[in-house]
């Protein structure tokens, strides 16, 4: 077999984007979702891998901006239509992809990639660690309780047709990016993304509904939400799914809460991908009965270990010596000095003295957002204290203000 890896012209983008569907399972987007693809998909960060006139790999580098702990916007590769056809699989395809796509991710001067991963078990073996978690939970709001702080009854709610309200929604989203790693600064289209409603995903519910919460005419905060109904022999037993919510500060937090709460009808909210520590688990009278639920969302992947490490600050002094593994960016391997700060302005060079901590890439990217902690990758294992008291400081360090989150897919 001989195959060809280049990248994607754009006269081929229908036919790379079928054998990205083909991958997922065959089912075709709505011509919505397939228009917004077709917008964010930049061919230039893209790779196909061709059988001659047979596209057989697939794979894709949407250029971000990551928040990082401290509040800097790192430019990211947000690796995503990653896909191998099932009749070529063990033959080298997807490896040829990820080491093209690193190398070139390094040219364009990116420290960091990022990704989504359909399945978990794949991406390790090319220096990719888990690095955020998201929470689900379904909320008996028959039962629970909501206790608001002051000042929440002086917010204005109303509703808004999603579509005219975007530009305020993004303005409170673009607000809340540098408070809290790994959330995504938009960029041109992808401001469409959480407006993308087609019926077919709907499973029984409304469209897409949005509300503001305003203060003396200005929005401070807004839900995205659907109502779906469901009616059982002793009366209505609909729920409310809630899609996205952001506010700038607490009490036009809780006064959007208490509206998803109030929506008639009802008696349960789902929600999907929230932050861990998101603060409604504090509002609520019983959080057993809200059913949380974690799950691994974001991937990180130190491209260039020493650029990333300054990238972001750091929650305490550090002045640590990594000794890090990296077969598969052997460019990574071996000594960085990381010195930093609350500040900023941190420092990570190489250097010839002796090793503090040891560990490999993928566990780098995994703690590099502050969600996963360098002592409980210890405790499995995962990182070695070579000098002792290295661990704990370390550790504290790599911290974060609150828990990283990416509030959408890519």
Known sequence: MTTELRVLRTSEWDVWFEAVELAFGGVAESAEEREFDRAVTEPARSVGVWDDDQCVGTASAFSFRLSVPGGALVPAAGVSLVSVATTHRRR???TSMMRRQLDDVREWGESIALLTA???AIYGRFGYGAATQQLSAEIDTARVRLAVPAGTDDVRLRFATPADARDACEAVYARNVPGRPGMLARRPHWERMPLLDPESDREGASPLRCVLAERAGDVVGYARFQFKPEWKWAGSDGTVVLRDLEALDPAAYAALWRFLFDVDLT???????????DPWQHLVSDIRRCDVRLRDSLYVRLVE?????E????QA??????????AFCP???G?????????????????DEAADLALSVRELGAAYLGGVGLASLAAAGRVRELRPGALGEASVAFGARVAPWLPHGF
Do not use: F, H, Q
């Open 311 to 314: 990238a972001r600050a750091y």
């Open 335 to 351: 000594r960085w000095r990381l010195t930093g700060d609350a500040k900023g302005g941190a420092s990570c060079k190489r250097t």
């Open 305 to 309: 270990v020493g650029a990333a490490l």
């Open 267 to 277: 008696s349960k909210i789902r929600m999907r991908n929230r932050p861990v520590d």
């Open 118 to 120: 359909s399945e978990p």
């Open 317 to 326: 002094p550090v002045d640590v010596v990594l000794e890090v593994a990296d």
């Open 92 to 94: 080298g395809v997807l």
């Open 331 to 333: 460019w990574n391997e």
